[in-house]
């Protein structure tokens, strides 16, 4: 078991703290390997002890082999004039992420290939990627390249793509058992705010809660480059896949948007049934969809090799909301409080899942008598019970040792709170008693892929 | 099993006869023990010959114990002039049931804490009891206490609350064989007309309806105070329990709202589904609950350690009509007609499960040849198969053992009648044999709780 | 094994070489036995080599006996004047079907009896028969009826019943295995289009394609009376019952309505599936009905003793339409277009089931890295994956080796053939491989009836 230390150093409260290290974080040009990732992840351990890991390029990683380290210092489209009509240095996404070093002159008709914009969102940068495909380019505006004359250009794109290696951070929070829970967030992207750095400012915040908090489960917390991170990772940790008892990747939970949650490969896994709970309950819009495998890292988790139960929570839709992936995925576009909307979210299912168990009614041949232990009213004879009445009586019916609090919620209606409420109290009164069974193996264990 | 006689004395045989039941027995000040719950059996005893059992009050019944036993011959509150302005003797609901013995003189400021009413319902007197806590109170009509001037009033409940015993009865109706059919009503409310005596005068003229006929069952009619009283029965009768195939707790049956029936805890049982399959096809008006840990008796029948096939039928859902524990649950309140159709739609289930069973089809490749048996139109062609010819198909099809006619009944769409009808007819031309197991190893026996 | 010609002779390859074969085939008096039956299965032979069989009259089959035969020259009802008032030779509706010889002279009101009309139909004759009671009658329509004069008739019904055979046509085609895929329609109907001839044109052509393409299936094409040729066929087929995978029966399909596909018994077979899936795909309206023991030869093949994976593709639905089982179901209510539709739709649910299989990703941790196989967008970021790739992605993540192809378009929403090009690709790739036991082991074997 890694011995990361237990001392969370930074504190991120406030969705004004989380806020402010998106924008600390926003300038850096980040990539799927290099130095943006390396100082992004340093500065996450001024909050969170992290563990940085790099990974020599060349290393083969399941199907895939982790590549070359791609580094860019400058790049710039000049015009006849000297002047920069492109340049990195406004934005890191000008330049098509990976771009192999090229400086050359060229007529516009043959840079032409290389450029590209969005018709539709004229003022708007979009943001491309050429991982795989020694390739270069340029993003920009409609409008910048509406603009440009006839004539000759000089192309510039500073940057290295050599043997090196790839960089993730981890932090593992150790538990009462070594069953984990994870949190997964993408890092690999450059000046965009919702798509990866909410949700890096959210796991931050989540695991420096979670560190300071009592807890049965392990937790373990990637901050890794999208799709290759995942593989590499799994490929070297294929052992722990095994005791990831639930996760949830974090991806676009910055935004304004109503919650979404998407369901893991499995579809009723514990952590898919306490989102769904939790969501319902929280009286707020959302939505919550099937799995396809198609999105973030939950693909890779939830691939058929590993089948977790890894869900994924997001707000607006990925990839259907028209700021995605272009410039406009900007500071305006995340707000303080869904960042804090986010963990509280995440930190109210961790809370099921650590409190929920199953248990067994130590007086089930008819109801025990309540009123004698102070758990029912005096008066009798009035028309409505109680709430937490309610839940007292779900709960002792229903604990035969076979429902866990989630499910006796879900049958009753009843939220889990109260469930969880109403279980402690007659467990402190001696009418339930923990099975032992229900941490340790888990109630979905038995149920197999689709 | 029981010796009991298996002559019926009295017979029910009408609406208005149950009424006139319910009528006699209005007026007698029932609790959970004591002479208005004996006062009422041995009326009963004149319909049907009730065993009459007496449990002492401090036998443990599971997590209880049999409480002492409440009598009461008088109650009042007199004003400064001596005059009566409470009186026991108007109504029973005036004193709060299971009040302590007390004889004072007290300001109403002083007696205030010990008077019930309802503010909402001026003119109603409501129902309250202090069974497990020993208390003293006056229900009243707000309208009475709004009138009641300052001053000295004089208190006196003549009660006893001293070691006794629990009374309960119980009819059983042997059949062929052990297995059962339990109804259930509770006998512990004074002056409550569909609360309480609705069930009774059902209950009763079941058990004449069921004794008269011929059966396969057994029946068991437990007419017991609430809670406490089938707590007792089940602790008494442990061994019988799992004889038990089949149940229904009869409470609130004779208002004129549409019938309700909620559901066993196992919410498939075969009486769940009878009275399911009954109610949609009577084209009524009626509602189905799932079932929740919070009503009448069917709390105790469907507790864990028992978890036996009991529903409950109701009409005015319990404790949801404002009449419900007040003074307008009165004889107004309940009809004739109500009464009659519960005994009615209990007596159609009945039949329902006593001639509920698989069948083999004898001839199971392609179907048999209808004509030559009489069994099919004899010119064909015609563009529509009749209603009972198509239950013969039916009933043809799926009658390879596994499934019951209520399953055939259920998946073809046609009442169980047809295809019982269907069933009979073919069985006398050799066509179905009854399968041997249906009946004695119930198709919900493999279903555990939940 | 059927030593059959693969050979086929003749070319129904457009719908108005359908509708000819209808035309051609509509003005023979069929009937469940009869020189109609073998004239009919005559003119098939030039189409497809059918092999036809004779089975002797008195021959038992299950619960049945095959019947005599029945044949007629000629049949009228002469008025008073002599004239033909009613005449064989104008429709052979008039005459009920398996009418016993008659030759004599009767009051209209001794004859009235034997007179079928529709009142609600005035232009229309009925189709009746009277196979299992000797019997014997007209059909005219009612104008007709309603205009005959009160006085003597001379009726006449040229015709036998005696001992001969049953005639029934089988095409049987050999595949990879032995595992066949069934059609079957009936050929007992006189001169009715839709009911009929609509399914033996249809089955026909179909025969004749599946002939000409590669399969892994055997096919096997039942031309047989209705009822009792089902069954005679399964009475001396018992062994081959179980090789039946699939199958469907084809009635009703050459008239204007939408298609309706009938569930098997079973309700959840790869064929019911397979239709379901194809007709919502193709975007056209259509009905899909549950199984009833109700219709045509389906009720023999879904019989409890075989319970067969076998559907019913009709259009109008049986008996629903007012030209059901009357001369309205004539020439003018069927169209080519109809017909050749019901046969594509047939080829693609055909298709289906050869290429359904289940496959075993070989690169089940993680995704496979598509872009080296050139299996994926060159430029990432852009945001939304195209319709093929997702095809790709879901055959990558469900192939598990419990999914089929028809599983994941099912869960996936994706098309049929859609996913199936996708595993084609994946497998060229070696991503994919086939599971051996698919074909072999069918997905629904462990299914029980119900």
Known sequence: MSSSAQIVM????TGEEMFAL??????ICRSITGNGVRQTLQRLQREIPLRIHEVPSGTPVFDWTVPKEWNIRDAYIKDSSGSRVVDFRNSNLHVVNYSIPVHSRMSLADLRPHLHALPDR????????????????FCLSHRQLSALPDGEYEVCIDSSLEPGSLTYGEFFIGGETEQEILVSCHICHPSLCNDNLSGIAAATALAQQVASRPRRYSYRFLFIPGTIGAITWL???????????????LSGVGDRSPFAYKKSRRGDTEIDRAFVHLLRFSGREHRITDFSPYGYDERQFCSPGFNLAVGRLSRAPHGEFPEYHTSADNLDFVSAESLVSTVALCGEVFALLESNCAFQNLSPKCEPQLG????????????DA????????WALNLSDGTNSLLDIAERSGLDFQSLHKAA????????LRRTDQTFHAPSDAGRLSQ
């Open 10 to 13: 930074g504190s991120l409260a």
């Open 22 to 27: 998106v924008k600390e974080l926003y300038p």
């Open 122 to 137: 004229p003022d708007w940068i979009p943001y491309r990627t050429s991982y795989y495909k020694e390739d270069w380019g």
């Open 235 to 249: 490929a070297r940790n294929e052992s722990i896949a095994p005791r990831i008892r639930h996760g949830v990747v």
């Open 372 to 383: 004698k232990r102070g758990l029912y009213r005096a008066i009798g004879g009035s028309a």
């Open 386 to 393: 109680g709430h937490q009445e309610m839940a007292i009586l």
């Open 424 to 431: 402690q109290l007659l467990e402190e009164k001696g009418l």
